[in-house]
T-cell receptor, first 113, second 112 residues
């Protein structure tokens, strides 16, 4: 079984530019999560989807961050415009149901210059 | 690959020794706890979990202990191997939804 797929693995952009990250969860997993991980810290939840519905986006900075999961499968997280403080690893995870074990992808490391 | 964390608490153990990694959690209402292992350049990987109605759970070479009185969780790794070198995070879940709150990680270094 393929794991959670994320792309790109690395992204370097200049501040004020837009950036997008893509995630394909494990087949059959209806719950999808986006986390942000700063260096030396644990992941912090940005948004959680149940199928195509965002059920928890309380930690998503909505002035510059947006996410979508239009068909309830893969998802895109966007930042526009990016700021220096957005440099971090963006992790995607999926689970079978809201209380299932979460499986993480390898993450996208974003560097904003 | 890049380092997961450069200024994390670090535990150094010799190969073959037992390792104990500790974690203090914050919410007394949390009812589910998980230990994750994160290697450099990879996402967190599930190791073992425990529910709040238990105080001990064993897996293959790993044991998790839960002390709800002092809100403390520990991960014990028996016969630590070089492949165990990674950053370890505890995570707590509160409520009906799978909303995990991760603690501060601990870097485990296994020396030969």
């Amino acid at each position: 079984e393929a794991g959670v797929v994320q792309s790109p693995r690395y992204k370097i952009i200049e501040k004020k530019q837009p950036v997008a990250f893509w995630c394909n969860p494990i087949s059959g997993h209806n719950t999808l999560y986006w986390y942000l991980q700063n260096l030396g810290q644990g992941p912090e939840l940005l948004i959680r989807y149940e199928n195509e519905e965002a059920v928890d986006d309380s930690q998503l900075p909505k002035d510059r961050f947006s996410a979508e999961r239009l068909k309830g499968v893969d998802s895109t997280l966007k930042i526009q415009p990016a700021e220096l403080g957005d440099s971090a690893v963006y992790l995607c995870a999926s689970s079978r149901g809201g209380r299932g074990e979460q499986f993480f992808g390898p993450g996208t490391r974003l560097t904003v210059l | 690959g890049e380092s997961v964390g450069l200024h994390l608490p670090t535990l150094s153990v010799q190969e073959g020794d037992n390792s104990i990694i500790n974690c203090a959690y914050s919410n007394s209402a949390s009812d589910y706890f998980i230990w994750y292992k994160q290697e450099s350049g990879k996402g967190p990987q599930f190791i073992i979990d425990i529910r709040s109605n238990m105080d001990k759970r064993q897996g293959q070479r790993v044991t998790v202990l839960l002390n709800k009185t002092v809100k403390h969780l520990s991960l014990q790794i028996a016969a630590t191997q070089p492949g165990d070198s990674a950053v370890y995070f505890c995570a707590e879940n509160t409520g009906t939804a799978s909303k995990l709150t991760f603690g501060t990680g601990t870097r485990l270094q296994v020396t030969l």
